[in-house]
Protein backbone atom coordinates (compact mmCIF):
# COMPACT_ATOMS: atom_id res chain seq x y z
CA UNK A 1 0.00 0.00 0.00
CA UNK A 2 1.30 3.54 -0.94
CA UNK A 3 0.05 6.00 2.41
CA UNK A 4 0.98 9.41 1.30
CA UNK A 5 2.69 10.13 4.88
CA UNK A 6 5.22 6.67 4.24
CA UNK A 7 6.18 8.41 0.85
CA UNK A 8 6.27 11.57 2.38
CA UNK A 9 8.38 10.26 5.08
CA UNK A 10 10.38 8.45 2.33
CA UNK A 11 11.03 11.47 0.25
CA UNK A 12 12.62 13.61 3.26
CA UNK A 13 14.88 10.76 4.00
CA UNK A 14 15.81 10.63 0.58
CA UNK A 15 16.82 14.54 0.60
CA UNK A 16 18.67 14.47 3.65
CA UNK A 17 20.74 11.91 2.29
CA UNK A 18 21.29 12.89 -0.88
CA UNK A 19 22.12 16.99 0.47
CA UNK A 20 18.74 17.78 -1.00
CA UNK A 21 20.29 17.81 -4.34
CA UNK A 22 17.41 15.94 -5.03
CA UNK A 23 14.78 17.72 -3.21
CA UNK A 24 12.99 19.16 -6.52
CA UNK A 25 13.32 22.91 -4.82
CA UNK A 26 16.02 23.76 -6.86
CA UNK A 27 14.60 22.86 -10.29
CA UNK A 28 11.43 24.27 -9.49
CA UNK A 29 10.21 26.11 -12.67
CA UNK A 30 8.43 29.32 -12.91
CA UNK A 31 9.56 31.13 -15.52
CA UNK A 32 7.03 29.32 -18.39
CA UNK A 33 4.61 28.46 -16.34
CA UNK A 34 1.20 30.51 -17.01
CA UNK A 35 -2.52 30.10 -17.43
CA UNK A 36 -3.68 28.61 -20.20
CA UNK A 37 -6.90 29.81 -21.72
CA UNK A 38 -9.79 27.52 -21.47
CA UNK A 39 -9.45 24.53 -24.51
CA UNK A 40 -13.47 24.99 -24.44
CA UNK A 41 -14.75 26.16 -27.32
CA UNK A 42 -16.85 29.99 -26.78
CA UNK A 43 -20.09 28.65 -25.15
CA UNK A 44 -22.76 29.60 -27.26
CA UNK A 45 -27.07 30.17 -25.85
CA UNK A 46 -28.30 26.86 -24.67
CA UNK A 47 -31.38 26.04 -26.62
CA UNK A 48 -34.59 26.71 -24.39
CA UNK A 49 -35.50 23.04 -25.43
CA UNK A 50 -32.69 21.53 -23.46
CA UNK A 51 -33.51 19.53 -20.61
CA UNK A 52 -29.91 18.86 -18.99
CA UNK A 53 -29.61 15.65 -20.14
CA UNK A 54 -27.43 14.89 -23.08
CA UNK A 55 -29.16 11.50 -24.42
CA UNK A 56 -28.83 10.83 -27.96
CA UNK A 57 -27.42 14.08 -28.55
CA UNK A 58 -24.04 12.39 -27.10
CA UNK A 59 -22.92 10.78 -30.45
CA UNK A 60 -19.53 9.46 -28.73
CA UNK A 61 -18.82 5.60 -27.77
CA UNK A 62 -18.02 6.81 -23.89
CA UNK A 63 -19.30 9.05 -21.36
CA UNK A 64 -15.76 10.58 -20.99
CA UNK A 65 -14.06 12.73 -23.41
CA UNK A 66 -10.27 12.27 -23.89
CA UNK A 67 -8.28 14.98 -22.97
CA UNK A 68 -4.83 15.72 -25.09
CA UNK A 69 -1.54 17.56 -24.49
CA UNK A 70 1.79 18.92 -25.60
CA UNK A 71 4.80 18.03 -23.38
CA UNK A 72 7.44 20.42 -24.16
CA UNK A 73 10.54 18.26 -22.74
CA UNK A 74 14.10 20.27 -21.24
CA UNK A 75 15.97 18.91 -24.27
CA UNK A 76 13.47 21.28 -26.74
CA UNK A 77 11.50 18.32 -28.25
CA UNK A 78 7.98 17.28 -27.21
CA UNK A 79 5.92 14.33 -26.28
CA UNK A 80 1.75 14.39 -27.10
CA UNK A 81 0.10 12.97 -24.73
CA UNK A 82 -3.61 11.53 -25.10
CA UNK A 83 -5.80 10.30 -21.82
CA UNK A 84 -8.90 8.46 -22.33
CA UNK A 85 -11.07 6.63 -20.38
CA UNK A 86 -12.91 4.39 -23.08
CA UNK A 87 -15.76 2.51 -20.66
CA UNK A 88 -15.27 -1.01 -19.90
CA UNK A 89 -18.38 -2.88 -21.47
CA UNK A 90 -18.61 -4.60 -18.18
CA UNK A 91 -19.90 -1.37 -16.43
CA UNK A 92 -21.67 -0.09 -19.37
CA UNK A 93 -25.09 -0.82 -16.89
CA UNK A 94 -24.50 2.67 -15.11
CA UNK A 95 -25.50 4.36 -18.36
CA UNK A 96 -28.14 2.95 -18.52
CA UNK A 97 -29.64 3.75 -14.81
CA UNK A 98 -29.74 7.39 -16.32
CA UNK A 99 -28.04 8.93 -13.71
CA UNK A 100 -25.52 10.95 -16.05
CA UNK A 101 -28.30 11.45 -18.55
CA UNK A 102 -26.61 9.06 -21.44
CA UNK A 103 -29.44 6.67 -21.69
CA UNK A 104 -30.12 6.74 -25.74
CA UNK A 105 -26.70 8.04 -26.53
CA UNK A 106 -24.74 6.31 -28.76
CA UNK A 107 -23.28 4.53 -25.83
CA UNK A 108 -26.32 2.31 -25.64
CA UNK A 109 -27.67 2.93 -28.56
CA UNK A 110 -23.99 1.17 -29.88
CA UNK A 111 -24.28 -1.88 -26.55
CA UNK A 112 -25.03 -4.52 -29.44
CA UNK A 113 -24.00 -8.51 -28.72
CA UNK A 114 -20.63 -9.46 -28.72
CA UNK A 115 -19.08 -10.36 -32.14
CA UNK A 116 -16.75 -13.80 -32.39
CA UNK A 117 -13.76 -11.43 -31.14
CA UNK A 118 -16.06 -10.73 -28.47
CA UNK A 119 -16.34 -7.03 -28.76
CA UNK A 120 -19.92 -4.92 -29.28
CA UNK A 121 -20.55 -2.19 -31.92
CA UNK A 122 -19.22 0.06 -29.47
CA UNK A 123 -16.18 -1.22 -28.76
CA UNK A 124 -15.18 -1.21 -32.39
CA UNK A 125 -16.26 2.20 -32.00
CA UNK A 126 -13.57 3.20 -29.37
CA UNK A 127 -11.03 1.38 -31.77
CA UNK A 128 -12.07 3.85 -34.62
CA UNK A 129 -11.09 6.09 -32.17
CA UNK A 130 -8.27 4.95 -30.78
CA UNK A 131 -6.51 4.49 -34.34
CA UNK A 132 -7.34 7.99 -35.16
CA UNK A 133 -5.85 9.04 -31.88
CA UNK A 134 -2.62 6.71 -32.86
CA UNK A 135 -1.82 9.05 -35.64
CA UNK A 136 -2.32 12.25 -33.64
CA UNK A 137 -0.23 11.90 -30.56
CA UNK A 138 2.78 9.49 -29.15
CA UNK A 139 0.89 7.63 -26.50
CA UNK A 140 -2.23 7.05 -25.72
CA UNK A 141 -3.14 6.59 -22.05
CA UNK A 142 -6.43 4.32 -21.76
CA UNK A 143 -8.56 3.54 -18.46
CA UNK A 144 -11.28 0.84 -18.32
CA UNK A 145 -9.78 -0.81 -21.30
CA UNK A 146 -10.85 -4.49 -21.57
CA UNK A 147 -7.57 -7.08 -22.26
CA UNK A 148 -10.18 -7.70 -26.50
CA UNK A 149 -10.40 -4.32 -26.52
CA UNK A 150 -6.42 -3.63 -26.33
CA UNK A 151 -5.42 -7.11 -28.11
CA UNK A 152 -7.53 -5.35 -31.05
CA UNK A 153 -5.60 -2.09 -31.33
CA UNK A 154 -2.58 -3.81 -30.72
CA UNK A 155 -2.61 -6.46 -33.28
CA UNK A 156 -4.44 -3.71 -35.85
CA UNK A 157 -2.34 -1.08 -35.57
CA UNK A 158 1.06 -2.30 -34.93
CA UNK A 159 1.78 -0.22 -31.69
CA UNK A 160 3.16 -1.18 -28.71
CA UNK A 161 2.03 -1.08 -25.06
CA UNK A 162 2.42 -1.30 -21.54
CA UNK A 163 -0.08 -2.10 -19.05
CA UNK A 164 -1.60 -2.32 -15.24
CA UNK A 165 -4.94 -3.96 -15.20
CA UNK A 166 -7.58 -1.91 -16.88
CA UNK A 167 -4.81 1.12 -17.16
CA UNK A 168 -3.20 1.16 -20.39
CA UNK A 169 -0.50 3.37 -22.60
CA UNK A 170 0.11 3.00 -26.19
CA UNK A 171 2.60 4.02 -27.94
CA UNK A 172 3.81 4.25 -31.65
CA UNK A 173 7.26 4.56 -32.75
CA UNK A 174 8.10 8.08 -32.70
CA UNK A 175 8.82 7.37 -28.42
CA UNK A 176 10.99 4.78 -27.02
CA UNK A 177 10.09 3.02 -23.51
CA UNK A 178 13.04 3.43 -21.29
CA UNK A 179 13.42 0.37 -18.96
CA UNK A 180 11.57 0.47 -15.52
CA UNK A 181 13.45 2.14 -12.71
CA UNK A 182 10.14 2.78 -10.67
CA UNK A 183 7.84 0.26 -9.85
CA UNK A 184 3.74 0.54 -10.23
CA UNK A 185 1.42 1.08 -7.64
CA UNK A 186 -1.88 0.42 -6.30
CA UNK A 187 -4.55 2.25 -4.36
CA UNK A 188 -5.66 0.37 -1.09
CA UNK A 189 -8.19 1.53 1.60
CA UNK A 190 -11.27 2.25 1.38
CA UNK A 191 -13.27 3.04 -1.75
CA UNK A 192 -9.96 1.63 -3.93
CA UNK A 193 -12.13 -1.09 -4.93
CA UNK A 194 -8.70 -3.25 -4.81
CA UNK A 195 -8.02 -3.43 -8.47
CA UNK A 196 -7.03 0.41 -9.17
CA UNK A 197 -3.83 0.75 -11.03
CA UNK A 198 -1.22 3.54 -10.90
CA UNK A 199 1.13 2.72 -13.82
CA UNK A 200 4.27 4.70 -14.40
CA UNK A 201 6.43 4.18 -17.44
CA UNK A 202 9.73 6.40 -18.73
CA UNK A 203 9.81 7.63 -22.18
CA UNK A 204 11.50 9.83 -24.75
CA UNK A 205 11.70 10.92 -27.93
CA UNK A 206 13.00 8.60 -30.19
CA UNK A 207 14.68 11.28 -32.38
CA UNK A 208 16.44 11.93 -29.05
CA UNK A 209 20.56 11.36 -29.85
CA UNK A 210 20.95 10.31 -25.83
CA UNK A 211 18.11 7.64 -25.50
CA UNK A 212 20.13 5.06 -24.52
CA UNK A 213 21.51 6.95 -21.99
CA UNK A 214 17.92 8.48 -20.83
CA UNK A 215 17.82 11.70 -22.77
CA UNK A 216 15.03 14.20 -21.84
CA UNK A 217 12.83 11.71 -19.78
CA UNK A 218 8.94 12.05 -19.79
CA UNK A 219 8.17 10.00 -16.81
CA UNK A 220 4.55 9.57 -17.17
CA UNK A 221 2.11 8.22 -15.04
CA UNK A 222 -1.34 6.51 -15.78
CA UNK A 223 -4.00 6.11 -13.33
CA UNK A 224 -7.98 5.79 -12.69
CA UNK A 225 -8.26 7.60 -8.87
CA UNK A 226 -10.48 5.75 -6.62
CA UNK A 227 -13.23 8.95 -5.63
CA UNK A 228 -11.81 9.54 -1.80
CA UNK A 229 -9.41 11.70 -0.52
CA UNK A 230 -7.39 8.95 0.65
CA UNK A 231 -6.75 7.60 -2.70
CA UNK A 232 -5.93 10.93 -4.42
CA UNK A 233 -3.64 11.02 -1.18
CA UNK A 234 -1.57 7.79 -2.12
CA UNK A 235 -1.73 9.20 -5.71
CA UNK A 236 0.55 11.90 -5.16
CA UNK A 237 2.77 10.60 -2.49
CA UNK A 238 3.22 7.70 -5.11
CA UNK A 239 4.09 10.79 -7.93
CA UNK A 240 6.00 12.57 -5.38
CA UNK A 241 8.43 8.97 -4.69
CA UNK A 242 8.45 8.64 -8.28
CA UNK A 243 9.94 12.05 -8.72
CA UNK A 244 12.58 12.26 -5.95
CA UNK A 245 13.83 9.13 -6.89
CA UNK A 246 14.31 10.49 -10.35
CA UNK A 247 16.48 13.28 -8.57
CA UNK A 248 18.85 10.22 -7.42
CA UNK A 249 19.27 8.47 -10.96
CA UNK A 250 19.52 12.40 -12.58
CA UNK A 251 22.78 12.64 -10.12
CA UNK A 252 24.36 9.33 -11.14
CA UNK A 253 23.23 9.16 -14.97
CA UNK A 254 23.83 12.96 -16.09
CA UNK A 255 20.48 12.68 -17.31
CA UNK A 256 19.48 16.12 -19.17
CA UNK A 257 16.63 17.08 -17.47
CA UNK A 258 13.03 15.26 -17.56
CA UNK A 259 9.09 16.04 -16.81
CA UNK A 260 6.96 13.99 -14.80
CA UNK A 261 2.96 13.95 -15.51
CA UNK A 262 0.61 12.28 -14.19
CA UNK A 263 -2.90 12.05 -16.13
CA UNK A 264 -5.91 10.01 -15.74
CA UNK A 265 -9.52 9.67 -14.73
CA UNK A 266 -8.79 11.06 -11.48
CA UNK A 267 -12.80 10.92 -10.12
CA UNK A 268 -12.50 14.84 -8.62
CA UNK A 269 -12.76 18.46 -9.79
CA UNK A 270 -9.46 19.34 -10.78
CA UNK A 271 -9.08 22.25 -8.99
CA UNK A 272 -9.75 19.84 -5.82
CA UNK A 273 -7.34 17.59 -6.92
CA UNK A 274 -4.90 20.64 -7.20
CA UNK A 275 -5.16 21.08 -3.73
CA UNK A 276 -4.17 17.43 -3.10
CA UNK A 277 -1.18 17.62 -5.04
CA UNK A 278 -0.34 21.05 -2.85
CA UNK A 279 -0.84 19.82 0.54
CA UNK A 280 1.28 16.95 -0.03
CA UNK A 281 4.05 18.18 -2.54
CA UNK A 282 4.51 21.99 -1.05
CA UNK A 283 3.51 23.18 -4.24
CA UNK A 284 6.10 21.43 -7.05
CA UNK A 285 3.18 20.27 -8.99
CA UNK A 286 1.69 22.15 -11.73
CA UNK A 287 -2.26 21.79 -13.21
CA UNK A 288 -2.22 21.57 -16.64
CA UNK A 289 -4.84 24.83 -17.62
CA UNK A 290 -6.91 25.19 -19.94
CA UNK A 291 -7.99 21.67 -20.43
CA UNK A 292 -12.10 21.52 -21.49
CA UNK A 293 -14.76 19.57 -19.85
CA UNK A 294 -15.21 15.56 -20.22
CA UNK A 295 -17.17 13.81 -18.67
CA UNK A 296 -21.11 13.48 -16.88
CA UNK A 297 -20.87 12.73 -13.28
CA UNK A 298 -23.48 10.64 -11.43
CA UNK A 299 -25.28 13.67 -10.33
CA UNK A 300 -26.09 14.63 -14.44
CA UNK A 301 -23.46 17.12 -13.91
CA UNK A 302 -20.24 18.39 -15.73
CA UNK A 303 -16.86 17.89 -14.74
CA UNK A 304 -13.37 17.79 -15.19
CA UNK A 305 -12.50 14.76 -13.79
CA UNK A 306 -9.46 13.86 -16.45
CA UNK A 307 -7.10 15.59 -15.71
CA UNK A 308 -3.49 15.91 -15.38
CA UNK A 309 -0.81 17.52 -13.48
CA UNK A 310 3.00 18.10 -14.09
CA UNK A 311 6.10 18.35 -12.84
CA UNK A 312 9.71 19.66 -13.82
CA UNK A 313 12.08 16.98 -12.80
CA UNK A 314 15.03 19.09 -14.21
CA UNK A 315 15.77 22.43 -16.79
CA UNK A 316 13.13 24.02 -18.29
CA UNK A 317 9.74 22.43 -19.38
CA UNK A 318 6.33 23.22 -19.61
CA UNK A 319 2.93 21.15 -20.49
CA UNK A 320 0.45 22.79 -22.97
CA UNK A 321 -3.57 21.82 -23.46
CA UNK A 322 -4.81 20.63 -26.19
CA UNK A 323 -8.20 22.33 -27.64
CA UNK A 324 -11.17 19.66 -28.40
CA UNK A 325 -11.40 19.45 -32.17
CA UNK A 326 -7.00 19.19 -31.96
CA UNK A 327 -7.33 15.95 -30.47
CA UNK A 328 -11.06 14.55 -32.30
CA UNK A 329 -12.65 15.80 -35.39
CA UNK A 330 -15.87 17.79 -34.16
CA UNK A 331 -15.32 17.22 -30.37
CA UNK A 332 -16.01 20.58 -29.50
CA UNK A 333 -19.96 20.00 -30.03
CA UNK A 334 -19.54 17.79 -27.14
CA UNK A 335 -17.87 19.72 -25.21
CA UNK A 336 -20.55 22.30 -25.83
CA UNK A 337 -22.63 20.00 -24.50
CA UNK A 338 -21.39 20.05 -21.09
CA UNK A 339 -21.17 23.34 -20.72
CA UNK A 340 -24.48 23.98 -21.39
CA UNK A 341 -25.76 21.60 -18.47
Same mark, same amino acid.
Given at each position: ??????????????????????????????????????????????????????????????????????????????????????????????????????????????????????????????????????????????????????????????????????????? +?????? &??? %???????? $? *????? !??????????????????? +?????? &??? %???????? $? *????? !?????????????????????????????????????????????????????????????????????????????????????????????????????????
Amino acid at each position: TFSASFWKNLAAQINFQMGNQCSGKMFKHTESYSAMQHASPIPQPRPPDFDGRVGALWEFPSDHLPIGMTVNLPCGQSIRVVSWNVLNTSYIHWIYKDEQGMNGSQITQLDTEKDSNGLTARDRKVIQLLHLLLQRYDIVVLQEASNGLVNNIVSSSGCSYVCSQQVVMLY +GPTVTQ &LPA %TVSNGKYS $G *KGGGG !GKSILVADFCPSSSSSAAA +GGSLLR &LIG %THCPCNNQ $G *KEQLV !GHANWACDVFYEQAQEQQFVGGVCVVVGDMNGYGRSVSKIFDKWSEGLWYPVEGLHLSHVNAGNKSCDYDNAHWRPLKGQANVDPHAPDDTLPNMSALVQLLLWK
